[in-house]
């Protein structure tokens, strides 16, 4: 006749032995998990405060070329409002006294 006790506690130490391999496994992957969700969150702040940033840029860059363009048209116009005074100027006598008080 064969022992029941050793093919028993074989079974039960199986068993347990199964049940252990099989926590360490899930604690193992749930652990993998975290941490890649974890490394996930920070790269997806990342781009988030990085594309902020770049939000920010274009936003300045925008503000700069509408000023740029303003001081162009400004600059346009007093060239245009000083035209007529330049031409005059230099259509003048050379013996008569320039506007700004310098002689020729």
Known sequence: MIPLLPIGTAVVGASIGWRAARSWARARARRDLARAQA????EVT???EAAARATAEA???AR???AFQAGCKL???DVI????LLVAAQQ???DEA???GDER
């Open 39 to 42: 490394d996930m969150r920070r």
């Open 46 to 48: 990342h781009w988030q």
């Open 59 to 61: 936003a300045r860059v």
């Open 64 to 66: 700069e070329a509408e």
């Open 75 to 77: 600059g346009r116009e």
């Open 81 to 84: 409002s000083i035209m007529p």
């Open 92 to 94: 003048s006598p050379p």
């Open 98 to 100: 320039r506007a700004s």
